[in-house]
């Protein structure tokens, strides 16, 4: 399997991964239980923000459906994240 796209994004507060620019700054849109995340997403767009996922190499695949340690993405988030919002 090839390896995939790296995200350029992340919430701040799910840490669920973006791959579109224009919603960076913006209202992260993931809902749990029935309610909106709060959190807004993050720049991730440097080359050191991502390192490939050592579950998957970079496939995004688990043995049976979409590897939950990069959460399907084959990159893992590598920054620190500081403070309620970061990168933006």
């Given at each position: 399997m090839s390896q995939r796209e790296k995200p350029v994004a992340v919430c701040a507060v799910c840490g669920k991964y973006g791959y579109v620019l224009s919603v960076i700054g913006?209202?992260?849109?993931?809902?749990?239980?029935?309610?909106?995340?709060?959190?807004?997403?993050?720049?991730?767009?440097?080359?050191?923000?991502?390192?490939?996922?050592?579950?998957?190499?970079?496939?995004?695949?688990?043995?049976?459906?979409a590897c939950v340690s990069c959460q399907g993405?084959?990159?893992?988030?590598?920054r620190q994240r500081t403070g309620r919002y970061f990168g933006a």
């Amino acid at each position: 399997m090839s390896q995939r796209e790296k995200p350029v994004a992340v919430c701040a507060v799910c840490g669920k991964y973006g791959y579109v620019l224009s919603v960076i700054g913006e209202r992260c849109g993931w809902r749990y239980n029935n309610k909106r995340c709060k959190g807004v997403w993050g720049s991730a767009v440097n080359v050191e923000d991502w390192k490939e996922c050592d579950i998957c190499g970079g496939t995004g695949r688990g043995k049976k459906d979409a590897c939950v340690s990069c959460q399907g993405s084959g990159w893992i988030f590598a920054r620190q994240r500081t403070g309620r919002y970061f990168g933006a």
